[in-house]
């Protein structure tokens, strides 16, 4: 069955960085956009980032634009997002999830798969 799984979050002060992973199997990784969402408690889930199954477009929420970057790696099945300059008002649990939508995906609905979470914490 498919999974995703999502690791690397954890505790950073305000400015710090983190990246985060997200491993996928059983699927045919290559063919699907993917993308990074995250809750924060109380909050809907959100789109952060998107790329397409080749990694060569990615599309950003205004409020990580020029902080964070997302990449994917094919070969290894694999996600990324690199955060840097991260602010408290990032801590939320962070979701990948795989869609088979060509082109950049933001709405959730476009999304079939999602990972279980990691959560992210920035302390002020």
């Known amino acids: 069955q498919v999974q995703l799984v999502e690791s690397g979050g954890g505790l950073v002060q305000t400015g710090g960085s983190l990246k985060l992973s997200c491993a996928a199997s059983g699927l045919t990784f290559s063919v699907y956009a993917m993308g990074w969402f995250r809750q924060a408690p109380g909050k809907e889930r959100a789109f952060v980032a998107t790329?397409?199954?080749?990694?060569?477009?990615?599309w950003y929420a205004d409020s990580v634009k020029g902080r964070f970057t997302m990449s994917r790696n094919n070969a290894k099945n694999m996600a990324y997002l690199q955060m840097n300059n991260l602010k408290p008002e990032d801590t939320a649990v962070y979701y990948c999830?795989?869609?088979?939508?060509?082109?950049?995906?933001?709405?959730?609905?476009?999304?079939?798969?999602w990972g279980q979470g990691t959560q992210v914490n920035v302390s002020s």
């Open positions: 999830a795989a869609s088979p939508t060509s082109g950049l995906v933001a709405a959730l609905r476009e999304y079939d798969y």
């Open positions: 790329t397409t199954w080749s990694g060569r477009s990615t």
